[in-house]
């Protein structure tokens, strides 16, 4: 673990000793939701845990639904997949209540609050005023309210959902926002902080009707939360950002029975909950600041809690990146978890392990390629074990999008890679993976799907433009590359005449020609392309017109095999190996191409797309305009790969 980056305090709290550290709880830290969608602001109460979920978004805004999960079964459940967006869920005992927006499923802007029973299934609307985010306990539901907002700003409102009556909280001048209740105790803040840098902490005692005050210090204090006769808040007096920035705050409580206020956490701490003797927060001493300008916010924000009988500080999670917005019931603490891609929530058993339910899915399953000498590729996955008592994880496989998975391996308990290099290269289309924890005929849902391409070539990844094409001339027969070990195409590299003719007779499907008398003065039979090049210049071969009749006939018939390949050469040997006849005249498609040279008509026949079945060979070097077709430059193998599958149809 990190340094802490703030001084031990040891603090006075109700008569007990507080010390800013200490043993840790031991506890047990569990997955709850890792699906692949973010899931957001949780609310636990006894062995229920409620959460905002974005599996199925849609719409013009952020649409979530709300969705449940039981601790004591490992049953996920979905409490409401309604049109439009479903957040901020609440849930006491039985009682799951949310904010609303299926009246405005587009925009997301009217709001109301309906209720779910989870004992009888039944989802029921609250008639409310208002539009803000509810909190919920026993029979009396909270929100704030901004059916005034036009006039004297947002209230504090309350609702019985025995009597079914309304009634209000705070109306007084100004906004109220941020509500919090815990028996007959309503607690908020006055003004929210979405309301400006200001901001106190008040109170209502709904059985005498009395509204006070709690905390009226200086600068900001927001979010409270309350439990019995406790209230903490995130508190900035002491904060030297305020009011620009407000990212030192600290976490204070006050007990209503004593009217004693304490310092909990010295900061950085933000947006505590309570649950009896539980206190947690999100907490920065590990994290650092990211700035833009004047602007800060935290990274990498951890969950701390502590026991207020003891005084006992614990982490309850401490991973990379973000974990934030805690809520707490009883044994059990849940947060939103930025570990993963997306946003998971996680929960955390104060005392031991919790039930033990179905297996939680494996997740943040990852592919990458390794690349080594003598066509050794290895694919290797890495994944995040969810689960505490799997005996097993089962990895599949399948090629392409279409393809059928297939079991490949079986991975021992607690393992989090496997590498997988039993597979055939040169298949141009991704391989994807998945896998599952397996426990006892119990199988977890699988993992996120993880994919990767296979290169051939050490020299052509999949990111090259010409990657495919290289990969269809392998599987073709066409092409070896230019080194086997390591495995190497160098398609950088020009493309000799002896080189195109092992390419050309390959790709048009033709053999090697071994003649007794050499037709080239130049290609002697010793030389290793002779067979090719002789096959190439065989006019029998190619129905009475060879790709080829040489470069020159004085001193005599020469081939120039070492001469590299220029573009218009190019699109001479394609014309006339794949058994096409040059343009009868040219259009001057192209700039830098002579319209009376001998190499128009073949290079306008290439880009001509009638003659290659719709798609033409090459479009040029240059679209322009005006277009340019570079007919003196060299070939590279990698162009060459392009010209030839396109030329020959050859499959990618």
Known sequence: MKARLFPLVILIAGGVLLAAGGPASAGYEFPICTNPAPQYHPAVSGNIVVWAD?????????????????????????????????????ISGNIVVWSDGRLDPVHCLMRTIYGYDLSTHSEFPIPTGGQGYPAIDGNIMVWADGRNSATSGSDIYGYNLSTHVEFPICTAPGNQGEPAISGNIVVWASPPHSSGPTGDIYGCDLSTGQTFPICTAQRG?????VSGNIVVWEDHRNDPTWPDMNIYGEIYGYDLATHQEFHYVTGPGFNPAISGNILTWEDTRNGH???????????????????????????????????????VSGNFIVWTDE??????????????????????APANLTASVFVGPYYQRKVNLAWRDNSSDETAFQVERKQGASGTWALIYTAAPNATTYSDSNFSIGYTLPTYYRVRAYRA??????????????????????????????????RRGVTRGCSDAPPLYCPYQNVSRAQMAVFLCKAAGKGALNRETPTFCDVPKTDPSYAWIERLADSASWGGNPPTIGCTWFPCKKFCPSSPVLRDEMAAFL?????????????????????????????????DPASWGGAAVTSGCAQGPPRFYCPKLNVTRGQMAVFLVRAFS???
């Open 54 to 90: 974005q599996r199925e978004p849609s719409g013009e805004c952020i649409v979530t639904d709300i969705y449940g999960y039981d601790l004591s079964t490992g049953q996920e459940f979905p409490i409401c997949v309604e049109t439009g967006d479903q957040s901020h869920p609440a």
């Open 289 to 327: 600041l990211d700035c833009e300008g004047t602007h800060c916010s935290w990274v990498n924000r951890d969950i701390y809690a502590r026991k207020l009988s003891t005084g006992e500080e614990f982490p309850v999670c401490t991973r990379n990146n973000e974990q934030r917005s805690p809520a």
């Open 650 to 652: 050859i499959p990618l």
């Open 575 to 607: 014309v006339r190996a794949t058994g096409k006849l040059p343009m009868p005249s040219c259009s001057g498609v192209f700039a830098d191409v002579w319209a009376g040279g001998w190499a128009c008509p073949y290079v306008e026949r290439l880009t």
């Open 221 to 225: 204090q927001w979010a409270p939360a």
């Open 441 to 474: 005929g119990v199988y977890s849902n699988y993992s996120n799907e993880a994919s990767a391409l296979i290169p051939i070539f050490n020299d052509v990844l999949p990111t090259a433009s010409w990657w495919q094409y290289v990969e269809a001339l392998w």
């Open 339 to 360: 570990t993963g891609y997306y946003e998971d929530i996680w929960g955390y058993a104060i005392e031991g392990q919790p039930p033990v339910g179905p297996l939680p």
